[in-house]
């Protein structure tokens, strides 16, 4: 089974950038999809983006098209989201996590990193 790890995660302030990894381990990653995904205390867990392994398919959720990039390495089995123009909305813990097939849920979850945007 996949085992994924998350970093990149710090304190930044508003309008900053930050990139966070997804590195899978463990074997080849030859699933269908990893997504990044964050969750907040008080709030329910929230998709962030996804992109598909195979075509690179991507899609995003409406608070951070236009300001988060996912993009993969399937070289390097890294999945990455390039967070730019950051709010203090974005703080949060970010996890990653993948799709093993379209009908499937998301699984083999990371760990998780913290991202802190300051006002």
């Known amino acids: 089974q996949v085992q994924l790890v998350e970093s990149g995660g710090g304190l930044v302030q508003a309008g900053g950038s930050l990139r966070l990894s997804c590195a899978a381990s463990?074997?080849?990653?030859?699933?269908?999809?990893i997504g990044w995904f964050r969750h907040t205390p008080g709030k329910e867990r929230e998709f962030v983006a996804r992109i598909t392994w195979r075509l690179g398919n991507t899609r995003y959720a409406d608070s951070v098209k236009g300001r988060f990039t996912i993009s993969r390495d399937n070289a390097e089995n890294t999945v990455y989201l390039q967070m730019n123009s950051l709010k203090p909305e974005d703080t949060a813990l970010y996890y990653c996590?993948?799709?093993?097939?379209?009908?499937?849920?998301?699984?083999?979850w990371g760990q998780g990193t913290q991202v802190t945007v300051s006002s």
């Open positions: 463990g074997r080849t990653f030859s699933g269908y999809a």
């Open positions: 996590a993948a799709k093993r097939s379209l009908a499937e849920d998301f699984g083999s």
